[in-house]
């Protein structure tokens, strides 16, 4: 299903990698219909709405859809991940980080429509210090601008990787992996699948999930 022989790795600032022409037999109908990217954007408006359960949301989205989530979310691909971007496979029975509860691997992918306006994405920041490494699947072409830029340690901008439509960026996660996305010309949303490998606090966050995430816990 994958094209991981096109992966090219990067070690400054930090490591990073991208993937070009990543699914085999892409297609644009991959990503989620008109009627679940307006349901979608419309989370944004109203916060009581974001809290709607994934299932509302994946009830939106095709069987091949699902399965192209559920097959980003399998132990296969964190692994080779985790190999792209040299971090040490741990013990995902139990996790490595322990302290004030019972910390565990969750790994998340979720289709997502970002708007220029959306100011949080945009800006210049690390992730969450509980975030392992991150992976942005794009279903957009850069003929309206915009990248996904990569900062060095001062924030200074060191790399634009152009969005490309079947591209997937990989990230790892650390306090100095700094990375932004410049806006685009025009209104229409850039669609991508997200995905993330983290830590969670199993008693704490079993019950949270994001809008149109599919996420899978190591018990």
């Given amino acids: ?25 892409f297609d644009d109908e991959l990503f989620p219909d008109k009627e679940w990217q307006n349901k979608n954007l419309a989370t944004r408006e109203n916060k009581v709405t974001k809290a709607i359960n994934a299932k509302n949301s994946l009830d939106l989205i095709t069987h091949t859809q699902k399965s192209l989530l559920e097959s980003i979310l399998s132990q296969n691909f964190h692994n080779r ?7 040490p496979l741990v013990n995902e029975t139990t996790g490595v980080r322990k302290t004030n509860g019972d910390y565990r691997i969750a790994r998340e992918a979720m289709y997502v429509t970002n708007l220029k ?3 949080n994405i945009l800006d210049v920041h690390y992730d969450s210090e509980v975030t392992i490494w991150t992976g942005l699947l794009y279903f957009s ?4 601008g915009g990248s ?3 900062h060095s340690h001062n924030k200074n901008l060191f790399k634009k990787i152009p969005i490309k439509k079947n591209r997937l960026i990989l990230t790892y996660n650390s306090d100095n992996s700094w990375h932004s996305v410049s806006p685009w010309d025009n209104d229409e ?28 816990w190591i018990k």
Avoid: H
């Avoid at 299903?1 to 037999?25: L, T």
């Avoid at 991940?81 to 971090?87: D, H, Q």
């Avoid at 072409?141 to 309206?144: A, Q």
């Fill in 1 to 25: 299903m994958f094209n991981w022989e096109n992966v090219q790795v990067f070690n400054v600032p930090y490591k990073f990698a991208v993937c070009d022409n990543f699914i085999k037999d």
């Fill in 81 to 87: 991940v985790c190999n792209i971007l040299s971090i």
């Fill in 117 to 119: 306006t959306d100011k």
């Fill in 141 to 144: 072409d850069s003929d309206s």
């Fill in 148 to 150: 996904f830029n990569i």
């Fill in 189 to 216: 949303p850039r669609k991508s699948i997200y995905t993330t490998s983290e830590f969670k606090n199993f008693g704490r966050d079993e019950n949270r999930r994001p809008i149109g995430a599919t996420e899978l």
